[in-house]
DNA sequence: ACGGTCGATATGATATTCCTATCGTGAGAT
DNA sequence: ATCTCACGATAGGAATATCATATCGACCGT
């Protein structure tokens, strides 16, 4: 495949198929042949052709941006394998869901204070993106939901139960209430996270299981484009009581807690299960574990 | 090479040669010799490995990173070829830099009110990956500075300028000041975004310009725990604006004007600069002109 | 009409990839 | 210490893919 797009960018440089064939240091109807292969795996036509070449197709334009794109980045892997080895560095990098964030930054205060040498990066993701993410070792740990969807291989430590609360601009039909069951977000106008979060899955299982089809309008992975559009008026929004309550402090809007449904849902700290922890990470999961509301 | 490549992430995710042999639908031994041969190519050793798996070197790691891009522009040169042209629909996908999501806001709640049938997605991403995503069709527009870094060929739509404050919490050796400068921000222990954001990348540039080495104790892509973190006490953070008033509404602390360095970045909306626009993303457009502060 | 250029097709040779069978090593159980 | 099992590597033959050479078909210019 690789040394199909080499001859397809050949070509569309050279505009000429011998010319392609030489540059590349193969024949003619060997390139002809390959270029005719990729369209057949591709599934398009790439080239403009009568009996000489005729410019690249619409699709032929798109395929060859990528081309250059996938041709450089290997080249470039070549490359870098060539250079010298890294080493270890004095970083964290967290990985929290949306919801969590504000026991991402309680946790990585306390942490921070405690090892004022180690430089935090916590990033906001959707928690199957974590779990890959540890995985991949593109971050050392997670914070994300340990009881609901499928961890895998992970050592965990719970920190939380998760509770929901609606969050309304005064004056919508459902503000001035004690509480709220799931049954009256029917109709309301959502704004809520998008479907790839898996707090979205639980309010949607919430929602389904008391017959509710939810009237989505506004979906986003950001909650404070959550909160921002409540504040806005005609919107409501389903978040957890943390983050809910962090977002709404001094602001004029209600917090009304949900009742029924899944409730208390644990989320946790998650880091991968492998050989000894580094001493950074091992401190982080005593952090951890001390902090636990469980 | 692409099939190695295939081979080798598919170890990496298995630790095991059998089960990744098995998960590509190959044999073990013909795994075993792809992978040697991709270490013969690229003059590396990838895997650790005595009697069995013993984890990636670090070059391994590198080269799983690359490994993983290119074979995901691959898929997606397949997929992108195809793809059936896109004809409309009712979504819009909105991609946002973290600093302008209370715009992003503001011009969805607007733009959602006169076409209600229209369901948008806003996701929080650095300005690099919205170019992206807009080049890749996993977004349909983007908000974005317009003037700081190359944008390459988009349409614009100029939105606003920013500004930029401290956020500090009551106490701080900087709180109580009228305005600040940004060689006031010597020593202190800051909070900010990610270097993977252009914002962040401003805020490095001025501090530089005054000859002030950032002490960047926390990082984060979400400005919520930015917020979070001064809130907690003993971190100080610098955002636009906008964004910097709507999370501290209400809170107990304290935004202060940072003057000199560069000021009046624009912001604004983006959009492929492609063809006649969709009637959706020309409606967008549109809307964003007559919300425009500038 | 003729000659030259271009890209495509056919065929046989060569290279690569794959599978089966087997080997060598290390870890765990006895 | 010995045996067994699991794991990854090696060897050999078969199947498949790629390549070069020769040639064909189409188009253009003279």
Redesign the pocket.
Known sequence: ML?KLEMFIAVAKEG???RAAQSLG?????L??????LEDQLGVQLIF?????GGLTPEGQRALTWARKITADSRQLRDEMRATKHGLSGQLRLAAIPTALTWAATLSTAFTQAHPNVQMTILSRPSMQILTMLDDLEADAGLTYLDNEPLGRVSTVPLYEERYMVVAAPGNALSGRARLHWSDLAEQPLCLLSPDMQNRRIIDRNLNAVGVLPRVGVESNSTVVLIAHVESGGWITVLPEGIARFLTEGKPLELIPLEGGEVGHRVGLIAPHRDPNTPVLAALLAEAGRMSAL
Chains 1, 2 share one sequence.
Do not use: D, E, L, N
Not at 49 to 53: A, C, D, H, K
């Open positions: 040394s000429h198929f011998g193969i024949t003619q109807p060997s002809s042949t390959g270029i005719k292969q052709r009568g009996s000489r070449f």
